[in-house]
């Protein structure tokens, strides 16, 4: 999706250095935070035990909404040959 939608190939580099450093930091955090957070949950028996579950759904849900937004172009779909025989 970077690759399709940059704004020129000069600042190709510079965009795909930010998602890669965002997403370095995403990879940091994560684990670590949903693992207190299921600890918690099971722990104090929040909705059962089962907190990290209704965490990540609501996590997961406006996504669906976000990936409407993504250009046709992005899609990643490759282009047919237009081959009539």
Same mark, same amino acid.
């Given at each position: 999706m970077?690759?399709?939608? @940059?704004?020129?190939p000069e600042t190709?580099?510079?965009l795909n250095a930010i998602a890669l450093t965002v997403l370095s930091a995403v990879r940091t955090i994560c684990p670590g935070f949903?693992? @207190?957070l299921f600890a918690i949950g099971v722990g104090h028996q929040i909705l059962g035990g089962y907190l990290i579950w209704l965490v990540l759904v609501?996590?997961?849900l406006p996504l669906l909404v976000i990936?409407?937004?993504v250009p046709k172009k992005a899609e990643g779909r490759p282009k047919?040959?237009?081959n009539s025989v």
């Amino acid at each position: 999706m970077l690759n399709d939608n @940059s704004p020129s190939p000069e600042t190709l580099g510079t965009l795909n250095a930010i998602a890669l450093t965002v997403l370095s930091a995403v990879r940091t955090i994560c684990p670590g935070f949903f693992t @207190s957070l299921f600890a918690i949950g099971v722990g104090h028996q929040i909705l059962g035990g089962y907190l990290i579950w209704l965490v990540l759904v609501l996590l997961a849900l406006p996504l669906l909404v976000i990936i409407r937004w993504v250009p046709k172009k992005a899609e990643g779909r490759p282009k047919r040959a237009n081959n009539s025989v």
